[in-house]
């Protein structure tokens, strides 16, 4: 089975892949959508079922192959495809997924883990399951030629915002997953940009794509660990109003990084600061703010939104986000710096 | 099968692992030498066949792992296992090879590569065959503990010569690559004399196991290749004279620097010099030669010789090991800056 979202029949890759399969039996499910819904992975589900599907071919971006792992395994289970986010010691088997990679963003190509959004409970969880590995992946620069500005901007957002996560972690011992994290850091920041602008750029194309894939496939959390900070907040952004994963991350990043500077984290956040964008401040305090302006900087050289209300997101929800945040991560209990739910309300205020 | 070197023993891993698997049927081949021979892979290749082994464990470094990897294609083979290193075309099997690391150095638990002396024609070549790749390797620091000083030192600079061999390349465009390159560099630089100093230091040992397995297991070559400048030569003198591999790389590296910089390669040794070493200076040709005189200070530091004639080698083979050399590589065909016998001979003359 294929599935995909819309942009591959403009660009001809659906014309190819049709082509090369032309001797198979294949079923579509075009049109999965950015925070892939709940609904969609029912549907691919019972296609699986019904037409006894044997590989599922992802070809888009992180969506596509989120909802394509999600369907893998819920087409080997009896039940509904939720209870599987819910408990992933119920996943038993996932049908294989191939994946044809068009958008860089989210390391989904290369790692285990599936993100979905229940449209009836606003919440946006993550599977992860050792199953759900994609058997192969496609990376070609050449397909994200195609992919527009927003697009490039919102997924650079959210490959540095995964390095960050990983980076932000108590451990400091763990050098060489430092230093290897900075890489792919320093990586984003130089080419991100330019992709915007010289979409056709292979060098551009080739090392944000490959940023993408080692940023989030269990390299850069050698040596670290701990729960995410940044994500969480997001992910009920994008749960409750369905804006742009890169676009919440874009706006959240910098307020978290305000909210828990401290003595604690200023040398990190220093050390970021002067290592990922070349800062020369030898004060860690003053490095870190330096840092976090860069970081804002950053955002809005890709055109990114810097508030909540430009987003669309409104004050009316921030308690009730904040302790969904809270509720379904580990935010509280094993983040960087542990935040309550008064704490996220605030990370939230601070966006508005 | 389990395949290993001496030391395990005195550490009391031997006792461990055979403890382990108190309850299956175990053959056993210690003592592989460094710069593995092939008669000791024709000794492991006649067990494998005359008691159907089913799986190696190779509980060492590089060389048993090697001598494991070359063992397993050859249990398959029905010839000679000197042919598979000439035609890499004739493996068509190999047996499951497992590891447990107990010097951390050529990367070999996580790639497909083997390189056997052959004691009769003086040859020292790599087998290369995805095939060989370990199915599964314990790399726990730990067991690095035990590791003599001297061993732990040919190590780094075996780790460092890899990343360097990868990153000294013509392609400038693998800008990912590079920075992840400097990144493992740093944390060699970083931890090998502390590894000497304090054997038991789980972050130096953790740091520079994980260098070690990530400098060569592909990820650094990405978007590079070419052919190797250093190992190539090092191995004729490895073939020749039985040195350690390590204080090889670490006498002809700087040499090999020396001799191959011009206005073309200083851009790339200068920002080598700064990169891994901090080296100031904003004249690329300076900072290139104070980046080789950083080289040298390092090896140094963890008391390596610095001329061939204190590691043994004559100048009598000088001409043979130069044309030997050039023959079994592809120096003058596909390295960063081609060399010829004439050249080779030179860097050998400069290092006597």
């Known amino acids: 089975m294929y599935i995909g979202g819309g ?9 190819k892949i049709r ?12 049109g999965i959508e950015p925070n892939p819904k709940l609904t969609s992975v029912e549907k691919g589900t019972a296609i699986c079922k019904e037409k006894g599907i044997q590989v599922i071919l992802a070809v888009g971006g992180g969506s596509t192959i989120d909802a394509s792992k999600h369907i893998a395994a819920s087409a080997c289970y009896d039940g509904q495809p939720w209870d599987l986010v819910k408990d992933r010691s119920l996943v038993a088997g996932a049908l294989p997924v191939a994946v044809v990679l068009t958008i860089c963003a989210t390391g989904s190509e290369m ?12 919440e946006k969880l993550e599977i992860n399951h050792p199953l759900l590995y994609p058997r192969l992946s496609f990376c070609d620069p050449t397909y994200l030629y195609t992919l527009p500005s927003k697009q490039t901007a919102a997924g650079a957002v959210d490959i540095l915002s995964h390095v960050m996560e990983q980076y932000f972690q108590p451990n400091d011992e763990a050098y ?3 230093v290897l994290s900075e890489a792919v850091m320093k ?50 952004l994008s749960a409750y109003y369905d804006i742009t994963h890169g676009v919440g991350l874009a706006i959240l990043t910098p307020a978290w990084m305000e909210y828990v500077l401290s003595d604690k984290t200023a040398p990190r956040f220093a050390r970021f600061a002067r290592e990922v964008f070349g800062v020369g401040e030898a004060d860690d305090r003053k490095a870190a703010r330096l840092g976090i302006e860069k970081v804002r900087q950053f955002n809005r050289s890709l055109a990114m939104p810097s508030t909540l209300s ?23 209990s094993r983040a960087y710096v542990k935040l309550q739910v008064p704490d996220v309300k605030n990370i939230l205020m601070n966006c508005k």
Chains 1, 2 share one sequence.
């Open 7 to 15: 942009s591959i029949k403009r660009s001809g890759l659906y014309d």
């Open 19 to 30: 082509e090369l399969f032309k001797d198979f039996e294949v079923s579509e499910l075009p």
């Open 111 to 122: 790692n285990s883990g599936a993100v979905i959004s229940n449209e009836k409970t606003h």
């Open 176 to 178: 060489i997953t430092d």
């Open 187 to 236: 990586t984003v920041v130089k080419y991100a940009r330019k992709a915007m602008d010289e979409p056709e750029n292979y060098e551009a194309r080739s090392n944000l794509m490959w940023a993408s894939t080692i940023g989030l496939n269990h390299l850069l959390t050698v040596g670290k660990g701990g729960a995410w900070s940044v994500h969480p907040i997001e992910h009920v």
């Open 310 to 332: 430009e987003a669309g997101v409104l004050e009316e929800k921030f308690d009730e986000m904040a302790a969904e945040a809270v509720r379904t991560s580990g935010i509280a």
